[in-house]
């Protein structure tokens, strides 16, 4: 079975701090999703994260995947109320399995 | 375009009590997959189903099953419900079974089951 272990699993910081989640696994993934779950809603899908050591940046959200493909950091810059949520990876092909999630509060 | 929908949105049943979950996915989209959201976690896969064949099951008892019709639309049933059977119940749709590097999965806003 993989899992998916993030942290931290709570942040609650105020804005305009940087951050950075993590999410690791012992096993290797061919790919890796960044979701964000907000209140009463699904997942939404940020972005895939497919080759080694691979960086992809959206707007001030930075994603990278480890070397191994076993391991992903999500890096906001200067955070926003906006970016209050749930922020979720996952990987795996048609057992798609989710990590423990990180619970982010930006505070104004 | 309409998203992935579900219904009911919320949902009260009381233990033993059977419920069926339903999901229609976005036009197109041939591949629906099921999970459950405890409060606090990330999602745990249920089921996932292409072209109204069960290719995926999660680590979950008999008492939850489902099935895809010839539109695509599905469902998701569980029988005896037990109190730790709250949950959001949460349907995804792509266009082929979810591969990771392609076929992008889309949400819908879920079901709130309720479990006394």
């Known amino acids: 079975t993989q899992l998916l272990e993030q942290s931290p699993q709570f942040l609650s910081i105020q804005e305009g701090e940087n951050l950075t989640v993590y999410c690791n696994s012992s096993?290797?993934?061919?790919?890796l999703q960044w979701y964000r779950q907000e209140p009463g809603e699904g997942p939404v899908l940020l972005v895939t994260?497919?080759?080694?050591?691979e960086v992809k940046k959206l707007k001030r959200l930075t994603f990278q995947f480890g070397d191994a493909r076993k391991d992903s950091s999500l890096h906001i810059t200067a955070a926003q109320t906006g970016d209050t949520g749930l922020y979720l990876c996952?990987?795996?092909?048609?057992?798609?399995?989710f990590g423990t999630g990180t619970k982010l509060q930006v505070i104004p | 375009d309409a998203g992935v929908t579900q219904s009911p949105t919320h949902l009260i049943k009381t233990r033993g009590q059977h419920v069926t979950l339903r999901c229609s996915p976005i036009?197109?989209?041939?591949?629906v997959s099921w999970y459950q959201q405890v409060l606090g976690q990330g999602p745990q896969f249920i089921f996932q189903?292409?072209?109204?064949?069960?290719?995926g099951r999660g680590n979950f008892p008999d008492r939850f099953s489902a099935r895809q019709f010839p539109n695509y639309s599905s469902e998701l049933n569980v029988n005896a419900l037990l109190l730790g059977d709250s949950a959001l119940y949460l349907c995804?749709?792509?266009?082929?079974?979810?591969?990771?590097?392609?076929?992008?999965?889309?949400f819908g806003p879920g079901t709130r089951l309720t479990v006394l």
């Open positions: 995804a749709s792509s266009l082929e079974p979810p591969s990771g590097s392609t076929d992008t999965q889309y």
């Open positions: 096993s290797v993934f061919s790919s």
């Open positions: 994260v497919v080759t080694g050591g």
């Open positions: 996952a990987g795996g092909y048609q057992k798609v399995t």
């Open positions: 036009s197109g989209h041939k591949s």
């Open positions: 189903y292409y072209e109204k064949e069960e290719r």
